[in-house]
Nanobody, 118 residues
Framework: QVQLVESGGGLVQTGGSLRLSCAAS????????MGWFRQAPGKEREFVGK????????TYSDSLKGRFTISRDNAGNTVDLQMNSLKPDDTAVYYC???????????WGKGTLVTVSS
């Protein structure tokens, strides 16, 4: 089992920045990929991006590329999501996820709320 805990959410004004962090614990040696998703009120969960645990190579949603950056610290078992130029449409609960293969994400955090005010 892998446990994931997100932190760093909060209220930010339009145009501002926020950095989310996800701390992984447990059987982290099995992690193949970690990712970020978000779910806005009344909408389906949306893929934000992911990062290879071994290579550190990130992949992003096309719509968010350029504003969001994912990085990982294997030593600290953390994955960060740097969000810049935030817009009200970025308001959502942001979830961290981990997968033991490229097929699916097996573990999920409880999420952290990001609110962008206009």
């Amino acid at each position: 089992q892998v446990q994931l805990v997100e932190s760093g959410g909060g209220l930010v004004q339009t145009g501002g920045s926020l950095r989310l962090s996800c701390a992984a614990s447990g059987r982290t040696f099995n992690i193949y990929v970690m990712g970020w998703f978000r779910q806005a009120p009344g909408k389906e969960r949306e893929f934000v991006g992911k990062i290879s645990w071994s290579t550190g190579v990130p992949t992003y949603s096309d719509s968010l590329k350029g504003r969001f950056t994912i990085s990982r610290d294997n030593a600290g078992n953390t994955v960060d999501l740097q969000m810049n130029s935030l817009k009200p449409d970025d308001t959502a609960v942001y979830y961290c996820a981990a997968g033991e293969s490229r097929i699916r994400f097996d573990y999920w955090g409880k999420g952290t709320l990001v609110t962008v005010s206009s």
